[in-house]
């Protein structure tokens, strides 16, 4: 395992991490999920990332269980706040003071820690003024109950926005949760740049691009039975651009590239995203721990930039490039 620093902060996170949205709580038991997390501990992930949100709640208590009995020190446990979870009213969800001081200490206690390393907000709460957001987030590092502050899904105003009042505040902001992989790509053009003149880096989520980068999608062929992909008919869920036949055609036609990097269609799908030198992690998740250790086969890979060059030829205008794509889940003003 290979370790970057996040952000310009002085902590260092593993260059794979392991995250457990919709597979603890959801997909696997927990003597399932305890497999995957120590299999992730003996291959040097140290990074886990989680959400209050994740199968309402239980993915955290998952982790928690877990990682129970394992030197804290030596881990850098990541969750988030701003989406309801369970039966919500009308404060239990967003970045209002009221709702991330209650979210931080129901997640501390399931995960059974004093603290987690980052706290980050889901998203961009449009319906709270930003200062209450960060002041409560400051008064959350204060109170020991997180080292740094990160975000997940915000546009470059809004992360400029928020590093700036973090900075006034005198706590780091140092890193954004993005989706980022060779198909979805627009965090390039202007959060990456930004990000780096601000000193954050990119924590990536969905690499494999929601499974599809593994090639397990064959065009014509039928859909792996309990994919996300599949219906319960047994049938290809195609109206997700993902689904689209030129897309799975071109991700076969990227094969020939992974094997000649040696590696498989899933380590050369992280191997691409860890490429970006503002990125420092690509978060996996899996239900398997053959799929952890296959996937932590792409940390400290150099990939050649003639296969890069030829992935982009591969993809051509099937990569979403717009910048103005970056999630956010209330509409803007």
């Known amino acids: 395992m290979e370790y970057r620093k996040l952000g310009n902060s002085g902590m260092y996170v593993s260059e794979i991490a392991y995250g457990n949205w919709t597979t603890h709580g959801e997909q696997i038991d927990q ?11 003996d291959l040097g992930i140290t990074t886990f990332d989680t959400a209050d949100a ?5 993915a955290e208590t998952a982790l928690g ?14 969750t988030k706040v701003y989406f309801p979870i369970g039966q919500p009213g009308k404060n239990d969800r967003g970045l209002s003071r009221k709702h991330i001081m209650e979210s931080i200490n129901g997640s501390l206690r399931r995960l059974r820690t004093d603290y987690v390393d ?15 957001t960060m002041q409560a987030f400051a008064d959350i590092v204060r109170a020991g109950k997180a080292h740094y502050i990160g975000v997940s899904e915000w546009t470059p105003e809004e992360i400029r926005r928020g590093a700036a009042l973090a900075k006034e505040l005198g706590i780091h902001l140092v890193s954004n949760q993005p989706q980022y992989n060779m198909l979805w790509r627009v965090i390039e053009p202007e959060v990456v740049p930004l990000s780096e003149e601000l000193g954050l880096s990119q924590i990536v989520w ?12 064959a065009p014509g062929a039928a859909a ?3 994919s996300r992909f599949t219906s319960d008919g047994g049938a290809f869920k195609t109206e997700h651009r993902y689904m689209q036949q030129p897309v799975l055609e071109a991700v076969q036609a990227l ?34 721990p053959e799929q952890l250790k296959d996937n932590a086969t792409a940390a400290g890979v150099v990939l050649d930039p003639g296969l ?19 999630e956010s889940f209330l509409e803007r003003p």
């Open 206 to 217: 969905s690499p494999l691009a929601q499974g599809v980068l593994t090639g397990k999608y």
């Open 65 to 78: 269980e877990a990682l129970d009995g394992v030197r804290r020190e030596g881990l850098e446990i990541f």
């Open 308 to 326: 890069l060059a030829n992935a982009d030829e591969v993809l051509g205008d099937l990569v979403e490039r717009d910048p103005s794509k970056v």
């Open 31 to 41: 003597e399932a999920a305890t497999a995957c997390v120590r299999t992730a501990l």
């Open 255 to 288: 094969r020939p590239l992974a094997n000649q990097a040696g590696l498989s269609m899933a380590a050369f799908a992280v191997a691409w995203v860890l490429q970006n030198t503002n990125v420092s992690a690509a978060i996996v998740g899996a239900s398997r």
């Open 118 to 132: 980052l706290y980050q907000a889901h998203r961009y709460d449009y319906e709270t003024p930003l200062e209450e």
């Open 54 to 58: 994740y199968a309402g709640t239980r």
């Open 224 to 226: 792996p039975t309990a």
